[in-house]
């Protein structure tokens, strides 16, 4: 039930620090993607033709976080983006997905290095976290078929930036205005 990993939610995030309360979700996560606890309702389930759909499952103003899914179609990926300084926990609900990771290696007044750290081949039920200052990398679609994600955020995540390759090596920072979906 969506309503018993809310609870579950809930109280991790009153766990304290970052580390701990993503440890948490992630378990929680996992735990409720194994026992068919997600269970979303059909919207979530459509793609979008214009590019991976974000739409919004809960958010918690007391305390604090936010609760998104979002639905890929076959081939649709982020660009390499950061999560605003926002912690972050997020499991594959449907499908499979490739989570490559970057560390920010070099950064100057114009562009930005980063290193590849590996992909992961994310598989239903498997979630990862994301902790600032490490919080770069690119998802996308790893099957011909839709995926879908849950991601819970320390907060909302209204903007973020994406860094667009130059071709040699170098990448520049744009900010990016994240909005909603139907
Ligand atoms: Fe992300």
Redesign the pocket.
């Known amino acids: 039930m969506l309503s018993n990993l809310i609870t579950r939610l809930d109280a991790a995030v009153q766990l304290g620090d970052a580390a701990a309360i993503t440890a948490r979700i992630k378990r929680e996560l996992e735990n409720a993607i194994h026992a068919r606890g997600v269970t979303l309702p059909e919207r979530f389930h459509r793609t979008r033709a214009d590019g991976y759909a974000r739409r919004l499952l809960h958010r918690s103003d007391t305390l604090g976080y936010t609760a998104v899914v979002m639905t890929w179609a076959p081939g649709q990926r982020?660009p390499l983006?950061d999560?605003a300084g926002i912690w972050?926990v997020?499991g594959v609900v449907e499908g499979r997905m490739d989570v490559t990771q970057y560390d920010l290696v070099e950064e100057s007044s114009d562009s930005y290095r980063f290193e590849e750290k590996g992909c992961v081949h994310a598989a239903v039920g498997s979630a990862g976290c994301?902790i600032p200052p490490f919080?770069y990398?690119i998802?996308a679609n790893a099957i011909d078929r839709p995926s879908i994600t849950l991601?819970v955020y320390g907060g909302e995540m209204s903007s973020?930036h994406v860094f667009e390759p130059l071709g040699d090596g170098r990448y520049v920072r744009r900010e990016r205005a994240l909005a909603y979906h139907e």
Request: hydrophobic content about 20%; proline content about 0%.
């Open positions: 982020t983006h999560h972050c997020e994301l919080e990398h998802l991601h973020c």
